[in-house]
Each structure stands twice: as C-alpha cells, then as structure tokens.
C-alpha cells in the first residue's frame, strides 16, 4: 500500500458518502434529481466496510517499511484535527437541526424525516473530510 493508493481508496469512500448524503439531502428538500433504487443505499456501507478491511489487513499484514510511512506522526495528527474539524461541525450542524423543529406539530413522519436529516448530515460532513485526508494523502504521494 502507498499514499496514492489509501488516498485513492479514500477518495473514492469520501465521494461516494458526499453523493449519497447530498442525494438523501436533497430528497428530503423535496427536490428529487436522481431516482435510486431503495437497495441502492447498502452500496456506501458496503464500501466504507470494504475498504476499512482492506486498509486493517494491508496494515497487519502489509510491508512494515510502507507501514511506518503510511502511519506516521503527521497522518496521525492530520486525521485528529479532521477528525475534531468533524466533530465540531457535526454537533454544530445536530445542535440547528435540533432547534429548527416545531415540537408543537410533532409527529412520527416530523421525527423520522429529523433523524434522516441528521444522519445525513453527519454522513455529508465525514464524507467531506474522507476527501480532505485523501488530499492530505495525495499530496504526501507527491513529496514521497
């Protein structure tokens, strides 16, 4: 495994959340572009978890050379401050969801759509920072 390789690999799991998320967004806006199948949604599940196998195997299993650049001090760091980035904005984002509701026209429809809107959300924001560490990746390909 290299830099361009997890960073592609990375890329690709960050984009595919970005489109589903943006997609789940914009469905539940009303505005409905692109028809899906319902099945369609198990695709960036499946490859988070197939790439995060992929990545723990190279990691045990891999060349212990490529391992300590791969998984070095600043890629550590890097991924915190996303990471912290992530969480930050995500609590900001789950804090204006939660204060925008009309509890006084609560339903089970209201708190379904809330919970999409969320988990959303949260899905657009890490899929963002899966893109950023990939770039943060690539660049290291470049240098290394």
């Not at 390789?5 to 469905?27: D, E, P």
């Not at 099945?39 to 050379?65: C, D, E, R």
């Not at 919970?115 to 290291?140: P, R």
Request: aromatic fraction near 20%; charge should be neutral; include cysteine.
């Amino acid at each position: 495994m290299t830099h361009l390789q997890r960073s592609i690999l990375i890329f690709t799991c960050g984009a595919v959340q970005i489109f589903f998320a943006s997609w789940i967004l914009l469905k539940l806006f009303g505005l409905n572009l692109i028809d899906l199948p319902p099945h369609a949604m198990f695709f960036p599940g499946v490859l988070i978890f197939g790439v995060s196998g992929y990545l723990t195997i190279s990691y045990y299993f891999g060349n212990q050379k490529n391992n300590s650049a791969l998984y070095d001090e600043y890629t550590a760091l890097r991924y915190y401050k996303l990471g912290a980035i992530g969480y930050a904005i995500n609590g900001i984002g789950i804090f204006l969801i939660f204060s925008t509701q009309d509890y006084a026209n609560w339903s089970l429809q209201t708190a379904n759509t809330m919970i999409y809107q969320i988990a959303s959300f949260a899905w657009l924001i890490f899929g963002v920072l899966l893109v950023c560490f990939a770039y943060g990746d690539y660049k290291e390909s470049l240098h290394g």
